[in-house]
């Protein structure tokens, strides 16, 4: 017969699945137990082995619909074997061509993968013939069943009708989806881990209508776990004698069910501690958080109202700005992990909340853009944020983007290069090294630093670099190092490598004291020098002092080695010998314990002797007993209990010298095997009194769990058991549900019953987060209640800029001077439709020669002058002064001959009230009315408003150029107007806008 462990089949476990319903994993709340209703939601926590995939828990490393990730389900014929989808077949199939044939009988694979039979032949015990033989059946069919093409004509096969699904019992006889053929019959198979319950595969281990057995329903608020029924409590809490208890702060389970602490001592972080923990405080014997504890809010016994909650030690209608009453505690619904965008939303393992949204867990110094981990401080597609990309010809530096590059560094074509170090930009961008050069200190040069050289372009210390040891290329060979620029034999401690040899300069009399220090003639190198003769104490044995008492290759005598296991001691070979042994004809002996020289070499006990402490002895101490010629207790020595050499099985210990189950303390042997009848269900009080489906066994007695009641023989929970409200038998009316012990009315999911109404406390602004907590109304907004928390949303054009939600939405955006278009926002002059504007053709203090009128554009003048030929009509420092309030962040310069007759450039910073990053600096300029190319500005100390300086291009006194010039040693001071090539004097102009 075909035993179970010939599958897993997944070709028939996944139509079986089909067929009957079968689920992939354990149900999280409740599960299909013919017909009987779970009367509470219960929070499961996976097993480790498990992952929650939706409502269940599943395997999955073999659950083939959830294969290493949930919702990756194998293909029909494929198992899910470690985490992968692979193709199994059942014993005495083979994969051939992603599918499982019978090699004994299938045509087209007969005997090995793609060895068909000929027209008209069959396939017979592996080998192709005209005939099956008396062990197979002769059947006829399509190619399909053949197994090989045969044109569309009916051909013969062999059939195994004992095995074969298809001919199960005879030809023809097809088992159906989720059957195989066991001796000839069709019967149902289920994976291993799964058994066939009520003509379904069921996990028996973690079902909960079919817990340990079939039928074996688990109880209101119970889930099966290792064929068990538990308790299943909430995540913080842990099950200690059918009790959800907090073993991190409950005084009677303190870190661990039942460990309670001493009078005096609280339990703070699962320890019993004299004080708690920092950032709680004892209340009662209980450590509470003061700051969001609504029952000691601020002070132990301080109990916030009713619709208020505890934030920062405070009772408050609401939790502060950025937190959200979650159950009472304010959480901050952006970065909480547990909470995470929504109260009870936790971010699953590896995930952080970052957003009120779970991410990827970046390491530091990244920040997780769209699942990918970016740097924002050097990113130029992430620079300061996600998603914020830098311009072209800019680069993310510091997490900004910059025409220029940090300290040190300047940008070339959008790349930030070091100009002192870089090969391809040596002192400026583009400037590359010849060959045979290096970059150093910002010029192309033909050697590198003092102490190395330049192999190839790259600085190397050819004294010591093991690729160009003592020149460019020159590679040591293995084992050798590069020292002193040869390459070198790595040689052990205590030698020394004297031109690629290793030798002991000690007493080598070619390398007495040094490499290369030969000793004369009738010499010997003794402790590194050479010497007439040796040191006292050694002897010259060849050329080398020897000290002849203790050296074991020349013991008494030059050559004369000790043999092995011996040792040279004051010039002779002696055994050697372990604390407490003692030699005896070279061999070593313990005197106190061997019968052969007990006490004294060579003096041998008596038959029926042992030698205990020296001394043959005929019994032994005590209770004990000769056996094999040492003492033992028969007692309770267990290789020999009772009589010598009989040996106690394995699980059994001599007890009076009987062989007996032994089991630990506080088990009990039930039929050979060690049971715990205070907790067993199955052996409640002693052996073999198996307690009720649903009830536990506590303290050796069949018990409901708790917080259920009995109730005529059935546990039931009177606290939301409809059938037994309140009280046993007390059954609630159609339309009610049991909350707290009462009959109320039965909203649907989401909803609480407020005094008869149903309704949503987590967007009902009358009812948000608890009955009868109306949200107030603000000014400028409309009222919002949030996952339970009340809040406001400014109607459009209004701002909360204060951070007080007593005064709701107080400033209006659109004319609000100090918060103009967005909070803080302080405008100089005056806000309109939320923007600052300037509300005349100059600024205020304004002086000098008026220009043209740009105000229609937003422009206002700050600076007039007009430049005369050979004169210095501007100063060279503070002549832009009435320009330079932060207010005002960009600028227009314009020149010409007169205000009709002028070309201008436009500025995106103003750099008078912000200096210039770099000279030049490029990207600045965004408009101006005549065609130029080019894009740098120009500022003697990145300041156009002191010493000497010029805008867009030029050197400041190269009047051809499309050049305006701003100092006192050019022909005029102010250039050529942007390439107007002016003869005379010409006007300036400054202009800007907020």
Same mark, same amino acid.
Do not use: K
């Given at each position: #017969? ?127 013939? /005209? ?13 399909? %069943? ?57 996990? /028996? ?64 972080? $699962? #320890? ?29 016994? #301080? ?28 959480? %901050? ?45 050097? %990113?130029?597609? *992430? ?8 311009? &072209? ?72 670099? *093991? ?49 290369? =220090? ?10 590194? #020098? ?14 080398? @002092? ?11 005598? @030059? ?49 029926? !002797? ?20 040492? @003492?033992?207790? =028969? ?6 209990? $009772? ?63 708790? &917080? /259920? ?33 009462? @009959? ?16 949503? /406390? ?81 600024? +205020? $203090? ?14 206002? !003048? ?19 002064? +009435? ?31 912000? &200096? ?35 805008? %867009? ?26 390439? !107007?090539?002016? +003869? ?11």
């Amino acid at each position: #017969m075909m035993t179970r462990q010939l599958f897993p089949w997944i070709a028939i476990a996944a139509l079986g699945a089909a067929l009957f319903g079968c689920t992939s994993g354990t149900a999280i709340v409740g599960g299909n137990d013919g017909g009987s209703t779970m009367d509470v939601a219960v929070d499961v926590q996976c097993t480790t082995a498990q992952t929650r995939c939706g409502a269940a828990c599943v395997d999955p490393q073999s659950d083939p619909d959830n294969c290493g990730s949930c919702g990756t389900r194998c293909a029909r014929i494929e198992a899910c074997v470690m985490g992968r989808c692979a193709l199994q077949c059942p014993t005495g199939q083979a994969a051939c061509d992603g599918r499982c044939v019978d090699l004994a009988t299938d045509r087209a694979n007969c005997g090995v993968c793609g060895t068909a039979c000929a027209s008209g032949q069959v396939c017979a015990n592996r080998q192709c013939g /005209l005939e099956c033989g008396a062990s197979l059946a002769t059947c006829a069919g399509s190619a399909s %069943d053949a197994g090989a093409s045969d044109g569309g004509a009916g051909e013969r096969y062999c059939a195994n009708t004992r095995t074969d699904r298809n001919n199960c019992g005879g030809c023809g006889m097809a088992c159906a989806a989720g059957q195989i053929c066991d001796n000839g019959v069709c019967t149902l198979s289920c994976p291993a881990g799964q058994s066939a319950c009520g003509g379904r595969c069921i996990d /028996l281990s973690a079902d909960n209508a079919n817990c340990g057995a079939c039928g074996t329903a688990c109880a209101s608020g119970q889930v099966c776990s290792a064929g068990t029924c538990q308790v299943s409590c909430l995540a913080g809490t842990t099950n200690c004698s059918g009790a959800c208890r907090d073993l991190t702060t409950d005084n009677a389970h303190c870190g661990a069910c039942g460990t309670a602490c001493p009078s005096g001592q609280v339990c703070s972080g $699962g #320890m019993c501690q004299v004080s708690c923990l920092a950032g709680t405080t004892n209340c009662s014997g209980a450590c509470r958080d003061l700051q969001v504890s609504n029952a000691n809010c601020g002070a132990c016994g #301080m109990a916030c109202a009713s619709g208020q909650v505890c934030s920062a030690g405070t009772c408050q209608v609401s939790c502060l700005a950025g937190t959200t009453d979650c159950s009472g505690a304010c959480r %901050d619904l952006t970065t909480d992990n547990a909470n995470c965008g929504a109260c009870g939303t936790a971010c699953a393992p590896g995930q952080l909340c970052s957003g009120g949204m779970c991410r990827v867990s970046c390491a530091a110094g990244t920040t997780n853009c769209s699942g990918a981990c970016r740097d924002l401080a050097t %990113d130029n597609a *992430n620079c300061g944020g996600c998603g914020t990309s830098c311009d &072209p010809g800019q680069v993310c530096s510091g997490g900004m983007c910059r025409v220029s590059c940090a300290a040190g560094t300047s940008n070339c074509t959008g790349v930030c290069r070091d100009l002192q170090t870089d090969n391809n930009n040596c002192g400026e961008c583009g400037t590359s090294c010849a060959p045979g050069q290096v970059c150093s200190g910002g010029m192309c040069r033909v050697s590198c630093a003092a102490g190395t050289t330049n192999c190839t372009g790259v600085c190397r210390d050819l004294q010591s670099d *093991n690729a160009n040891c003592g020149g460019c290329g020159t590679a040591c060979a293995p084992g050798q190092l590069c020292s002193g620029g040869m390459c070198r034999v790595s040689c052990a401690a205590g030698t020394t490598n004297c031109a690629g040899v290793c030798r002991d300069v000690q007493t080598d009399n070619a390398n007495c004291g040094a490499c290369g =220090l030969g000793c004369p003639d009738g010499q010997l190198c003794s402790g590194g #020098m050479c010497r007439v003769s040796c040191v006292a104490g050694t002897t010259n044995c060849a050329g080398v @002092c020897r000290d002849l008492q203790t050296d074991n290759a020349n013991c008494g005598g @030059c050559g004369m080695p000790c043999a092995p296991g011996s040792a040279c001691q004051a010039g002779v070979c002696a055994v050697t010998c372990a604390a407490g042994t003692t030699v005896c004809s070279n061999t070593c002996r313990d005197l106190q314990t061997d019968r052969a020289h007990c006490g004294a070499c060579g003096t041998a006990c008596a038959a029926g !002797q042992v030698c205990a402490s020296g001394v043959c002895a005929v019994s032994c101490p005590g209770t004990q007993s000769v056996c094999g010629g040492r @003492c033992v207790d =028969l007692q309770t020595d267990s290789a020999n209990c $009772g009589v010598c050499n009989t040996a106690c099985s394995a699980g059994q210990a001599c007890q009076g010298g009987v062989c007996v189950v032994r089991c630990p303390t506080g088990l009990s042997n039930c039929g050979g095997l060690c049971r715990d009848v205070t907790v067993d269900t199955n052996n409640c009080g002693g052996c073999g009194v198996v307690c009720p489906s649903g009830r536990l066994c506590t303290a050796g007695a069949c018990t409901c769990p708790a &917080p /259920l009641r009995d109730c005529s023989g059935a546990c039931r929970d009177v606290q939301t058991d409809p059938l037994a409200c309140g009280a046993c038998g007390n059954a609630c009316p159609a339309g009610q549900a049991c909350n707290a012990g009462l @009959c109320v009315a039965l909203c649907g999911t989401g909803q609480t019953n407020c005094s008869g109404s149903c309704r949503s /406390l987590g967007s009902d602004i009358a009812h948000c987060g608890a009955c009868g907590n109306v949200c107030p109304t603000r000014a400028n907004a409309t009222t919002t209640c949030t996952s339970g928390g009340c809040g406001f949303a400014c109607v459009t054009g209004f701002r909360d800029c204060n951070g007080n939600p007593a005064d709701g939405c107080e400033v209006n955006l659109a004319s609000d001077n100090a918060n103009c278009g967005a909070c803080g926002n302080v405008c100089a002059t005056s806000c309109s439709a939320g923007a600052c504007v300037l509300t005349g053709r100059t600024i +205020p $203090g304004f002086s000098g020669q008026l220009g043209p009128d740009y105000s229609n554009e937003g422009w206002s !003048q700050c600076v007039g002058y007009f430049d005369q030929v050979n004169s210095d009509d501007i100063p060279n420092s503070g002549w832009a002064n +009435p320009c330079a309030s932060s207010t005002y962040r960009r600028l227009r310069l314009a020149c010409g001959a007169s205000a009709g007759a002028v070309r201008y450039i436009d500025v995106s910073r103003n750099v008078f009230a912000t &200096p210039l990053v770099s000279y030049p600096e490029t990207g600045l300029i965004y408009n101006r009315n005549y065609p130029a190319s080019d894009n740098h500005i120009y500022a003697d100390g990145n300041n156009p408003n002191t010493g000497v300086s010029w805008w %867009d291009n030029g050197n400041g006194c190269n009047e051809g150029s499309n050049s305006i010039t701003i100092n006192n040693i050019c022909t005029y001071d102010v250039a050529n107007c942007f390439g !107007q090539n002016l +003869p005379g004097s010409r006007y300036l102009y400054v202009y800007v806008q907020p």
